[in-house]
């Protein structure tokens, strides 16, 4: 089994800042890509930042500056500062494993709430 346990989420004044962890664990290998999605109310899930093995980071437009991703082998992280409403949703861990097989993996969702 493959499980992908996050955490960090909770509620937040505008312009604060927040922490995201996801931690997989279990049958997976040859870790790729991993990352965070977040989907809002009334709104397709959207990628936030994803981070490859060689490092290269995918920032969301609406994202950059703000938040940070990294990684420490089988942990992903997202650091969010100045957060605004709109960054409210359901934050989803994504693991990407492997390349020409590739599969994909979701974490369950962790509730962000930006609001005053």
């Known amino acids: 089994q493959v499980q992908l346990v996050e955490s960090g989420g909770g509620l937040v004044q505008p312009g604060g800042s927040l922490r995201l962890s996801c931690a997989a664990s279990?049958?997976?290998?040859?870790?790729?890509?991993m990352g965070w999605y977040r989907q809002a109310p009334g709104t397709q899930r959207e990628l936030v930042a994803t981070?490859?093995?060689?490092?290269k980071t995918n920032y969301a437009d609406s994202v950059k500056g703000r938040f940070t991703i990294s990684r420490d082998k089988n942990t992903v992280n997202l650091q969010m500062n100045s957060l605004k409403p709109d960054d409210t949703g359901v934050y989803y861990c994504?693991?990407?494993?492997?390349?020409?097989?590739?599969?994909?993996?979701w974490g369950q969702g962790t509730q962000v709430t930006v609001s005053s």
């Open positions: 994504y693991v990407q494993a492997g390349i020409w097989n590739r599969r994909d993996y």
């Open positions: 279990g049958s997976i290998s040859s870790i790729y890509a």
């Open positions: 981070i490859t093995s060689p490092g």
